[in-house]
Structures are given as structure tokens and as C-alpha cells.
């Protein structure tokens, strides 16, 4: 039996237990109000369906929860099985009391029918709903064992695969490595070679390149002690040259202080003489008055050393010094 056939049994179970329910409530409902209506007050003859509905809600509710019960595989203890026999010989004794009263076995029998139904109906669908959650449970078990059984045996074969991919990498890697291994010693015998035949050019070019920097170097020396002969004899000529030049300022510096120091005593001679006496002689108050004005004597003072006019002596200023100087002397004066 597959899950199909559970189900579909199931199904069967579950229809089949729902439609005697319905048929036991509804007769129920119809035989147990008549007497309800009996036996109660006028006023709230009204009220006679409620109790055979409660104990028919009571009927539904346990048909219900040990349907869940029965498909969870679980068990509610001792009060379900109370509330189930419970509601089943309430409805058993609501249904046949009236034909009791009437001392009516026939009716009794007749009416006993369905609540009894009911009860063996809940009584046998819920141990065949325990039985199918069973088979059901086993099932799965056995569905799951084989997939585990699959499972396992996939993973065997996908084991296997990734062993045997992992011999043929490994093989792959081995000649690969083996095939680096060989080039990469084919590569370092050339890099040898090229290396071996870089250092024999090297050491040639090098010994090429000393014989080359020593001819060279030879040349600078050589160079170099003709320009320190010619730079010798350059400096000793410039030295002569500055030593001549030298003699030369200093002769001339002499000459100069020997001039400067007569011409000083010259001008002191002369203005020490004091105020003149009388008019002196053109060439000598000249020799005064350019004297006094060298000296930054005012016009007068220079009057009166040559005992010339101021003015004449103001000219005198403005040929030393220029036609402007010569009036501003004047104006001083």
C-alpha cells in the first residue's frame, strides 16, 4: 500500500464517520426534543432543542479532536475516553427514554440504533485512524530508510567519483610537476648558459673598458699636469703683474699723500696768514681764494685773506664751483 491508498482510505474513514455524525445528530435533534418539549414548562418549551444539541456538540467535538490526536499519533488520557462514553450513553438515554416511559422495546430498539452507531462509529474510527497514523508512520519510516538507503549509497558513489577525481588530479599534478620540473630544469641550464656567456662579455667589455679608462685616465693625467704647468706659470705672471700693479698704486698713492700733504701745508701756510694788509697780487689772492674755498671758507673770510673785494672773491667762488654756487656765495657773503 502507497501513500495514495492511505490517503484515499483515510478519506473514506473521515466522510463515512462525518456522515453518521450528521445522520445521529439530526435524528437525535428530531427524537430527543418531542420528549425535552414534554417535560418541560410551557413558557420555555422553546428551549427543548438546546440540550440534545449541546450533547451532539459534545459528540462533534470529541469526533474532531481524536481525529487530530489519531493524525498527530498522540493520546489525550483517560478524559476524552470519559467525554466520548459520556456523550454516547447521553445520547443513547435521551434517544430510547421516551419508548422507556412507554415501556416500548421495540421503540427502544429502534431508537437505540443510532446513538449506539455513533458510539461504536467513534470507537472504530479512532482505532482505525490510530492504525493508519501507524501505517502511515511505518511507511515513512520504510520511506526513509530507503532514501537513507539512497542517500548513503549516493554518497558512496559520489565518494568514489571524488576519490577517483582526486587520483586522476593527483596523477595530473604529478606529471604536470614533473613536466615543470623538467622544463624548469631546461630553463636554468639555458639561464646558465646565457649567464656563463653574459659574464665572459661582461669581463671582456670590463677589461676592454679598464685598458680604455687607463689610456684615458693617462691623458687626463697628462692634461691635467700641462694645465697645472700652464695655470703655474699663468698665476706667476698674474702675481708678477699684481706685485708691479702694487709697487705702481703705491707709488702713485705716495706721489698723491706727498701732493695732498704740500698742498695741505700749502693752504695752511696761506690761511694762517691772517686778514691781508693791502690788495695782493692777483696770481697769489687766486691761489687764496681757491685755497679758502677748497677749504669751505665763507666769501669775506676769503676778502679778507687777499684783501681783494667781496666780489671779485665771489666770482673767483663761481668759477671753483659753478655759476649757481657762485651766487649762493655771494648771497652768504
Same mark, same amino acid.
Given at each position: 500500500?502507497?501513500?495514495?491508498?492511505?490517503?484515499?482510505?483515510?478519506?473514506?474513514?473521515?466522510?463515512?464517520?462525518?456522515?453518521?455524525?450528521?445522520?445521529?445528530?439530526?435524528?437525535?435533534?428530531?427524537?430527543?426534543?418531542?420528549?425535552?418539549?414534554?417535560?418541560?414548562?410551557?413558557?420555555?418549551?422553546?428551549?427543548?432543542?438546546?440540550?440534545?444539541?449541546?450533547?451532539?456538540?459534545?459528540?462533534?467535538?470529541?469526533?474532531?479532536?481524536?481525529?487530530?490526536?489519531?493524525?498527530?499519533?498522540?493520546?489525550?488520557?483517560?478524559?476524552?475516553?470519559?467525554?466520548?462514553?459520556?456523550?454516547?450513553?447521553?445520547?443513547?438515554?435521551?434517544?430510547?427514554?421516551?419508548?422507556?416511559?412507554?415501556?416500548?422495546?421495540?421503540?427502544?430498539?429502534?431508537?437505540?440504533?443510532?446513538?449506539?452507531?455513533?458510539?461504536?462509529?467513534?470507537?472504530?474510527?479512532?482505532?482505525?485512524?490510530?492504525?493508519?497514523?501507524?501505517?502511515?508512520?511505518?511507511?515513512?519510516?520504510?520511506?526513509?530508510?530507503?532514501? *537513507?538507503? /539512497?542517500?548513503?549509497?549516493? +554518497? &558512496?558513489?559520489?565518494? =568514489? #567519483?571524488? !576519490?577517483?577525481?582526486? %587520483?586522476? $588530479? @593527483?596523477?595530473?599534478?604529478?606529471?604536470?610537476?614533473?613536466?615543470?620540473?623538467?622544463?624548469?630544469?631546461?630553463?636554468?641550464?639555458?639561464?646558465?648558459?646565457? *649567464?656563463? /656567456?653574459?659574464?665572459?662579455? +661582461? &669581463?671582456?667589455?670590463? =677589461? #676592454?673598458? !679598464?685598458?680604455?679608462? %687607463?689610456? $684615458? @685616465?693617462?691623458?687626463?693625467?697628462?692634461?691635467?699636469?700641462?694645465?697645472?704647468?700652464?695655470?703655474?706659470?699663468?698665476?706667476?705672471?698674474?702675481?708678477?703683474? *699684481?706685485?708691479?700693479?702694487?709697487?705702481? +698704486?703705491?707709488?702713485?698713492? =705716495?706721489?698723491?699723500?706727498?701732493?695732498? %700733504?704740500?698742498?695741505?701745508?700749502?693752504?695752511?701756510?696761506?690761511?694762517?696768514?691772517?686778514?691781508?694788509?693791502?690788495?695782493?697780487?692777483?696770481?697769489?689772492?687766486?691761489?687764496?681764494?681757491?685755497?679758502?674755498?677748497?677749504?669751505?671758507?665763507?666769501?669775506?673770510?676769503?676778502?679778507?685773506?687777499?684783501?681783494?673785494?667781496?666780489?671779485?672773491?665771489?666770482?673767483?667762488?663761481?668759477?671753483?664751483?659753478?655759476?649757481?654756487?657762485?651766487?649762493?656765495?655771494?648771497?652768504?657773503?
Amino acid at each position: 500500500m502507497n501513500a495514495v491508498h492511505l490517503r484515499s482510505a483515510e478519506k473514506a474513514l473521515s466522510v463515512g464517520t462525518w456522515l453518521i455524525v450528521s445522520g445521529a445528530m439530526l435524528y437525535s435533534v428530531l427524537t430527543v426534543t418531542p420528549l425535552m418539549a414534554k417535560h418541560t414548562a410551557p413558557e420555555w418549551a422553546w428551549t427543548a432543542p438546546i440540550l440534545p444539541l449541546v450533547v451532539d456538540a459534545a459528540v462533534v467535538i470529541v469526533v474532531k479532536l481524536d481525529d487530530v490526536l489519531a493524525r498527530l499519533g498522540g493520546h489525550g488520557g483517560r478524559w476524552p475516553i470519559v467525554l466520548r462514553w459520556m456523550t454516547g450513553l447521553m445520547t443513547l438515554a435521551l434517544n430510547t427514554a421516551d419508548s422507556a416511559l412507554k415501556n416500548d422495546l421495540v421503540g427502544m430498539a429502534v431508537h437505540s440504533v443510532s446513538p449506539l452507531l455513533l458510539i461504536v462509529t467513534a470507537e472504530t474510527g479512532l482505532a482505525y485512524r490510530r492504525a493508519i497514523a501507524k501505517a502511515v508512520a511505518a511507511l515513512d519510516a520504510q520511506r526513509k530508510a530507503e532514501r *537513507e538507503e /539512497r542517500e548513503e549509497a549516493a +554518497r &558512496e558513489r559520489a565518494e =568514489r #567519483a571524488r !576519490a577517483e577525481a582526486r %587520483e586522476e $588530479r @593527483e596523477h595530473a599534478a604529478t606529471l604536470a610537476r614533473e613536466q615543470r620540473e623538467h622544463e624548469a630544469s631546461l630553463v636554468r641550464e639555458q639561464a646558465e648558459r646565457e *649567464e656563463r /656567456r653574459r659574464r665572459e662579455e +661582461r &669581463e671582456a667589455r670590463e =677589461r #676592454a673598458e !679598464a685598458a680604455e679608462r %687607463e689610456v $684615458r @685616465e693617462r691623458r687626463e693625467r697628462e692634461r691635467e699636469q700641462r694645465e697645472h704647468e700652464r695655470l703655474t706659470r699663468e698665476r706667476q705672471a698674474r702675481e708678477r703683474a *699684481e706685485a708691479e700693479q702694487r709697487e705702481r +698704486r703705491a707709488a702713485v698713492e =705716495r706721489e698723491r699723500r706727498e701732493r695732498d %700733504e704740500q698742498a695741505a701745508r700749502e693752504r695752511s701756510a696761506l690761511l694762517d696768514r691772517g686778514p691781508a694788509a693791502g690788495k695782493l697780487p692777483e696770481d697769489e689772492a687766486r691761489r687764496i681764494v681757491a685755497t679758502a674755498c677748497e677749504s669751505g671758507l665763507s666769501v669775506r673770510q676769503a676778502a679778507e685773506l687777499c684783501g681783494w673785494s667781496v666780489g671779485w672773491v665771489s666770482h673767483r667762488y663761481g668759477e671753483h664751483r659753478g655759476p649757481d654756487a657762485g651766487q649762493l656765495a655771494i648771497a652768504s657773503g
